[in-house]
């Protein structure tokens, strides 16, 4: 287990259930989600690749989906999700079946840390705020085993600065992971390169919500599913004291009278060689540099 992975340990049950429950209450509160969707995908505006086949993974409600379905109304495009309850959400949407009806594709149910596709079988993944929830480097590997030569890995996820007025708050109160861990932007990096993608390219933005209270921060997670499955976290029902303790750590952090809560956006994005790396016997892998897709200028 790598010193990235060691931080981010969830509970992948407990995960399941969360996004199970807030399926129809997710996008009534995805409004960051969707902002950070966009900007991801404007970024193919410069990528000259018109795949035959895509792959979403962690699709949620299908914004993305269908997203791309309008841009490459052509491609055979799957959809991966590890809550039902999100798969049969995103299903409801008529322009959905009507897609499918002439366009081989699918919605699946499944763990994106094993994905039910056979080697090479996409030109192009994508990822919209999915990676937090799951082991990177098993994710990694997933979808450079998916992808064929020459194709596209493109994703977002959230930084080590996200909900840091949240974590700050909880801190006055105990030790216990109430926000659990999320990887740094250079380390996502290194790990694109161990997984055998040619070089990545990683951006990141910052955004601030900010609520007339700290009870609505709440809310708004719960909304979307975003519930604490660090391994370490306390089982039982938060104590009243500790709540009252944590509340007023929070309302302290008012910024012109509103609560603040920090996103840090890291976008990601990296190719599949032409040519399948090298590995060398201390496990480092040589990528050709005639197999490196750069970034249109």
């Excluded at 709540?243 to 920090?262: H, L, N, S, W």
Aim: charged share 25%; hydrophobic share 45%.
């Amino acid at each position: 287990m790598s010193d990235v992975t060691a931080n981010l340990l969830l509970d992948k049950r407990s995960l399941r259930a969360s996004f199970e429950r807030a399926a129809t209450s997710y996008d009534e509160a995805a409004v960051l989600q969707r902002a950070i969707a966009d900007r991801m995908l404007e970024r193919l505006d410069v990528v000259k690749l018109v795949p035959a086949s895509v792959l979403d993974i962690g699709s949620g409600t299908g914004y993305v989906a269908r997203a791309l379905m309008r841009r490459y109304p052509h491609a055979r495009l799957h959809a991966a999700d590890l809550a039902h309850a999100m798969v049969r959400q995103a299903r409801t949407h008529t322009r959905w079946r009507r897609w499918l009806a002439r366009t081989p594709g699918a919605f699946v149910c499944a763990d994106l840390e094993c994905l039910p596709f056979a080697g090479a079988s996409f030109n192009m993944i994508v990822s919209n705020l999915t990676l937090q929830w799951c082991d990177p480097v098993t994710v990694f590997a997933e979808c450079r085993r998916a992808l064929h030569p020459g194709g596209l890995f493109m994703f977002t996820t959230f930084g080590p600065d996200t909900l840091a007025e949240l974590r700050a708050a909880w801190h006055a109160v105990d030790e216990r992971p109430h926000v659990h861990g999320f990887p740094d932007m250079h380390d996502l990096g290194d790990l694109l390169v161990r997984a055998g993608f040619a070089e990545p390219v990683m951006d990141v933005e910052r955004f601030t919500l900010t609520y007339a209270d700290v009870l609505d921060v709440l809310r708004d997670l719960k909304r979307l599913g975003a519930h604490n499955a660090a391994h370490g976290r306390a089982r039982g029902l938060t104590g009243k004291t500790s709540f009252r303790r944590f509340k007023q750590a929070y309302e302290a952090m008012r910024v012109d009278g509103r609560i603040p809560a920090t996103y840090e956006a890291v976008y990601g994005l990296a190719w599949a060689p032409e040519t399948a790396p090298q590995r060398a016997a201390d496990g480092a892998m040589a990528i050709p540099l005639a197999d490196i897709r750069r970034k249109p200028r």
